[in-house]
């Protein structure tokens, strides 16, 4: 069973960066596929991100292309979101998980990290 931990997640302000990381506790971390997910208050998880194992394929949401990019670390697995330009409606928990394969489908994600939250003022 992978476990992972996200950690990164504060407070900012309007049009600041901030860089989420992903500790995974398996070295087999290389061989799933990753994604970011996020859910503000009151509504369904959403997908943000995901990266192949290899880290040579990435997606992403229409809402976060262009500002955020999703990247990995196999030496160290790690998997990282950084996220530029924040917006108050970026505003949310953040999640990783893995995946046998790319996806935008919560349900295709196998293991699932703990959430960091995100708070983004205007």
């Known amino acids: 069973q992978v476990q992972l931990v996200e950690s990164g997640g504060g407070l900012v302000q309007a049009g600041d960066s901030l860089r989420l990381s992903c500790a995974a506790s398996?070295?087999?971390?290389?061989?799933?596929?990753m994604g970011w997910f996020r859910q503000a208050p009151g509504k369904e998880r959403e997908f943000v991100a995901t990266?192949?194992?290899?880290?040579?394929?990435?997606y992403y949401a229409d809402s976060v292309k262009g500002r955020f990019t999703i990247s990995r670390d196999n030496a160290k697995n790690t998997l990282f979101l950084q996220m530029n330009s924040l917006k108050p409606e970026d505003t949310a928990v953040y999640y990783c998980a893995a995946a046998l394969e790319t996806s935008n489908r919560s349900s295709r994600y196998k293991y699932w990290g703990q959430g960091t939250q995100v708070t983004v003022s205007s």
């Open positions: 398996e070295r087999t971390f290389s061989g799933y596929a």
């Open positions: 990266i192949s194992w290899s880290g040579s394929s990435t």
